[in-house]
């Protein structure tokens, strides 16, 4: 079985990869288990300055949580869910280095917020993003509360409520995107973001990722609480279950 999480260093820069191209690089318990192992490697590197994320192929950074995994889940799986992602996106807040997203097409949803978690994100013309859970019965608890930090209330209203997805322009003018480039060039200038980032001194890098992360802490454990009581009412209520049932019929209908 392939890993789900590709690994390689450049110089002093890390280059993590979610490799499920066959599902847009969709999430998995497996995959993010394996990122967390990914990062901690890194964050004990003494080699590596700095992290590049991105995903395998060109059509996907991440599509966002794989339902075929969710159609299943009930209140207490639910429940452990949340706690998975706990794990892993205190992983990448408490990383002393720096971690730049190269967002190829589409981030959805979970995979989306991981984006933002990354301190810079760098797309090109194609890219897509948003937080379409809504669509799937899926309320969000972790996506409003980092896309508040970022874009503000208002934007993260429209967002969630939606679950529209918007295109490389908007993302850009909202600051979900800090950079657009050429499809081709998207990697290069993710990467020479990232050694830009590795040449500061480590010590001040460090403290002020600490710091950001002191200022958002309120929000991302009142979001997880919330998370739980509410995936737990979700899940329980059935409505995820159908409403992913209906969305893999669709889906399985297109390819026939």
Not at 47 to 66: H, I, M, N, S
Not at 155 to 171: F, K, N, Q, Y
Request: aromatic share 6%; glycine share 8%; proline share 4%.
């Amino acid at each position: 079985m392939a890993a789900s999480i590709l690994s390689e260093k450049r110089g002093v820069v890390a280059i993590a990869t979610l490799n499920r191209p066959n599902v847009l690089n969709a999430w998995d318990a497996a995959m993010r288990t394996e990122l967390i192992d990914a990062l901690s490697a890194f964050e004990s590197d003494g080699e590596v300055r700095a992290v590049v994320l991105t995903g395998a192929g060109d059509r996907a950074f991440g599509a966002g949580q794989d339902l075929s995994e969710a159609r299943t889940f009930d209140a207490d799986r639910a429940e452990a869910w949340v706690g998975e992602w706990d794990r892993l996106y205190d992983r990448m807040l408490s990383m002393s280095k720096p971690i730049v997203a190269a967002v190829n097409g589409v981030a959805a949803g979970s995979a989306f917020q991981v984006a933002l978690l990354c301190d810079l994100r760098v797309g090109h013309p194609g890219v897509r993003m948003g937080q379409p859970e809504i669509n799937s019965g899926i309320p969000s608890t972790t996506g409003p509360w980092i896309m508040r930090e970022i874009i503000g209330l208002a934007h993260t209203i429209d967002l969630t409520l939606t679950g529209r997805m918007v295109d490389a322009d908007e993302c850009h003018r909202m600051g979900l995107l800090s950079r657009v480039v050429p499809r081709d060039s998207v990697m290069k200038e993710a990467i020479a973001l990232a050694e830009l980032l590795a040449s500061k001194p480590p010590i001040a890098m460090r403290l002020n990722r600490q710091r950001f992360r002191e200022m958002t802490a309120p929000g991302f454990h009142d979001a997880l609480t919330a998370g739980i009581r509410n995936q737990r009412e979700s899940y329980a209520s059935g409505e995820p279950a159908r409403m992913i049932e209906q969305f893999l019929h669709r889906q399985a209908a297109k390819r026939a």
